[in-house]
T-cell receptor
Framework: GENVEQHPSTLSVQEGDSAVIKCTYSDSASNYFPWYKQELGKRPQLIIDIRSNVGEKKDQRIAVTLNKTAKHFSLHITETQPEDSAVYFCAASGGFKTIFGAGTRLFVKA | DSGVTQTPKHLITATGQRVTLRCSPRSGDLSVYWYQQSLDQGLQFLIQYYNGEERAKGNILERFSAQQFPDLHSELNLSSLELGDSALYFC??????????????FGPGTRLLVL
């Protein structure tokens, strides 16, 4: 069946460094790729998304890139801050189906 | 605050029991999604409703069922509960849009503990 692989499962960076999280999807029908941030015990919150007709999107310190040919998409966080520490989920959506990656736990050390 | 509400926030019950979780979507949203998140795990999609009709089904157990009512709120029913059903249950909603491109907004979740 369709799935979304997300790497790494855990990422530890120093404050001010960049963090990159990568996802690969299998369903060719996927055309919408949101990223969610989930703090401990809280709901997932949308931080950025990208649609299949766009290769890159940026919002302040956060950017997402999409390579539809390779079925890869990535989240880039620059100038990381301690408040960026959370679990990040990628998702691939197409038709009536949204599949989430397993999540990446990001630690930003002050 | 996403505008999606869920009740109750916490639920403690015993094995074999039945519980109902409730979700109210954002105003104007027609789709409701249910997810299960076990401790330190990802989001497992259970089921989606659109304007009262079931639209997509994920890994939902036969002991679980859901429905969406005419006022668009949704209920997830969990029966014959087992210890492994302890988890955080999230509801999300989305507005009508291009199929597969609707942004989902999550509620605060219901934390279920089965003892």
């Amino acid at each position: 069946g369709e799935n979304v692989e997300q790497h790494p499962s855990t990422l530890s960076v120093q404050e001010g460094d960049s963090a990159v999280i990568k996802c690969t999807y299998s369903d060719s029908a996927s055309n919408y790729f949101p990223w969610y941030k989930q703090e401990l015990g809280k709901r997932p919150q949308l931080i950025i998304d990208i649609r299949s007709n766009v290769g890159e999107k940026k919002d302040q310190r956060i950017a997402v890139t999409l390579n539809k040919t390779a079925k890869h998409f990535s989240l880039h966080i620059t100038e990381t801050q301690p408040e960026d520490s959370a679990v990040y989920f990628c998702a691939a959506s197409g038709g009536f189906k949204t599949i989430f990656g397993a999540g990446t736990r990001l630690f930003v050390k002050a | 605050d996403s505008g999606v509400t869920q009740t109750p926030k916490h639920l403690i019950t015993a094995t074999g029991q039945r519980v109902t979780l409730r979700c109210s979507p954002r105003s104007g949203d027609l789709s409701v999604y249910w997810y299960q998140q076990s401790l330190d795990q990802g989001l497992q999609f259970l089921i989606q409703y659109y304007n009262g009709e079931e639209r997509a089904k994920g890994n939902i157990l036969e002991r679980f069922s859901a429905q969406q009512f005419p006022d668009l709120h949704s209920e997830l029913n969990l029966s014959s509960l087992e210890l492994g059903d302890s988890a955080l249950y999230f509801c999300a909603s989305s507005a009508p849009g291009l199929a597969g491109q609707e942004t989902q907004y999550f509620g605060p979740g219901t934390r279920l503990l089965v003892l």
